[in-house]
């Protein structure tokens, strides 16, 4: 236990030691980090259109790197952009990142060769447990080490794949630390970035991963990312066929970020005791943020979320009438931008 309250408390203390150089700054560093955000987005397969949910199609992913290798944009790796972003420097407009979960085989088949011929940094999160059993629908060992010394950062993803959200602490424990031995015994190097499976998460899931020296995690709901999230739940775009249309990858991409603060509940997993679900929902937006009045939510069970309640200029919460259902439920929060573009502020809840 005071490994995991040691660890938790370093990593506020990176997050708090961006900020406070920031602060010193002065106004005109403030409204850089407020602004300071990249969009990481999250692909699965590609090229297995029977799995159209996880998949990309082949000539989705060249129009997504002709895209993103234009001069509009900076990829750049995942691990650089957190560490700019904790430590409070601000990242150039358009930075992305690019992300992969699982390690299916169509990614060193079919992905990598591409994003490889691309030049673009990749970060691959591997579910130890099906490349251990050598399941064949999966990448080997070998494959994972070929593409690590091409340059691919590899990260952990749980043991099994499994819905860690909702386990025991001793098995959400094997699924974190297994994992990131496996991965470290297998190419040499212990990976410092999560993902959490299905992107569910709890309070007490992040701070387990924190525990272990895990430096950021991420989930699978929308929005790009900002020195107010919680680092050990930073969100990702999903990218699918359906998602991956050029028109809608071309708005992921140009998305800023919506750095809310003062968000409750801090915990994304629903409990049963009365009070717990439906969430109430609640953040501050920024002052100095243009076109607040404009804001919109939307919930992925429902549609237009009709009880906003704003207390104030800056303060916003969200009130429902209906629990949310088992299984997942993401709320998508936007409001206008500059040219065109959009601010974006997702959240996933998760009940067993």
Not at 140 to 165: E, F
Not at 172 to 187: K, P, T
């Amino acid at each position: 236990m005071g490994k995991a309250c040691l660890s938790w408390t370093a990593i506020t203390r990176t997050v708090l030691a961006g900020m406070l150089a920031l602060i010193t700054l002065g106004g005109a560093a403030m409204a850089q980090m407020r602004e300071n955000s990249a969009v990481i987005i999250m692909y699965h397969r590609f090229g297995e259109d029977q799995y159209p949910s996880t998949n990309v199609r082949m000539e989705q992913l060249d129009a997504h790197l002709a895209d993103l290798t234009s001069d509009r944009f900076h990829v750049k790796p995942v691990s650089e952009i957190v560490d700019a972003i904790q430590a409070g420097r601000v990242l150039p407009d358009r930075t992305i990142g690019i992300t992969i979960d699982d390690a299916f085989k169509s990614v060193f088949e079919n992905g990598w060769p591409k994003l490889k011929a691309a030049g673009v940094p990749v970060t691959l999160f591997v579910a130890t447990g099906p490349v251990d059993e050598g399941q064949a629908d999966y990448m080997t060992w070998d494959q994972i080490r070929a593409m690590h010394k091409a340059g691919v950062t590899i990260a952990a993803h749980g043991v099994h794949h499994a819905h860690m959200a909702g386990m025991s602490p001793e098995k959400a424990a094997y699924e974190i630390s297994h994992s990131i031995l496996r991965i470290e015994e297998e190419i040499g190097e212990k990976p410092t970035l999560f993902a959490y499976p299905y992107g569910e998460a709890g309070e007490a899931l992040m701070k387990q991963v924190a525990s272990t020296g895990i430096k950021a995690a991420f989930g699978q709901h929308s929005g790009a990312m900002t020195l107010a999230d919680d680092q050990m739940y930073l969100p990702r775009f999903p990218i699918n066929e359906r998602y991956g249309e050029q028109e809608r990858f071309h708005r992921v991409v140009m998305s800023l970020g919506l750095a809310a603060t003062d968000r409750l509940p801090s915990d994304p997993l629903l409990g049963n005791e009365e009070g717990d679900n439906p969430p109430a929902i609640g953040f501050t937006l920024p002052d100095a943020m243009k076109r607040k009045t404009e804001l919109a939510c939307y919930q992925s069970r429902t549609g237009k979320v009709e009880n906003i309640q704003r207390l104030g200029p800056n303060r916003v919460e969200l009130r429902f009438d209906d629990p949310f259902p088992a299984g997942r439920t993401r709320v998508n929060c936007t409001v206008p931008g500059p040219n065109g573009r959009w601010r974006w502020l997702g959240m996933q809840f998760f009940r067993p």
